[in-house]
């Protein structure tokens, strides 16, 4: 019997038997099959394992992070005038930086920055009234606790982010 063949039964059988939540959830088709070990998660990895997640009100303009079921972060934030921050189900990422320049408005400084769809950042901003005013990204504080940038430590890139009204 050939390798690839005996793969494939492997691979078939470990589906009908039942493979590990953990191994079959995290791609590791090896660990999966052959019952190898699967390594510890850091913290950077994929939010799918750690129960993260982003919810941006527009109405309220308020965002929480919550770790499961538990809000561990809720900060107001100015959202884009005139609806300029889209809705949907996004991604945070894929990038992330510290110290992130405005490649649209003059170089504009924006601290803590995570991308969630093409232009558009949740990001650190000096002035975030409680009112749309942005361009179309989510500013969040960076004075009193500095939200920005707890937010910015805690999210990893994939963490699911839901923008809403």
């Not at 930086?97 to 901003?125: D, E, K, R």
Request: charged share 15%.
């Amino acid at each position: 019997m050939s390798f690839t063949r005996l793969l494939l039964l492997t691979f078939t059988a470990a589906l009908f038997i039942g493979t590990p939540a953990t191994h079959a959830q995290d791609g590791n088709l090896f660990a999966a099959l052959f019952g190898a070990k699967q390594a510890k998660t850091s913290s950077s990895s994929s939010s799918r394992y750690s129960g993260k997640r982003v919810e941006i009100d527009l109405t309220k303009q308020q965002l929480k992070a919550y770790q499961g079921n538990r809000v561990v972060l809720r900060t107001r934030i100015s959202s884009g005038k005139t609806g300029n921050t889209p809705t949907g189900n996004f991604k945070a990422g894929p990038y992330k930086s510290a110290t992130h320049f405005s490649s649209l408005y003059h170089n504009a400084p924006m601290p803590w920055s995570v991308q969630i769809t093409g232009n558009i950042f949740i990001h650190g901003f000096s002035v975030v009234p409680n009112y749309p005013a942005s361009k179309g990204c989510v500013r969040v504080p960076i004075d009193g606790r500095n939200p920005a940038k707890r937010l910015f430590n805690w999210i990893d890139i994939g963490t699911p982010v839901r923008v809403f009204y």
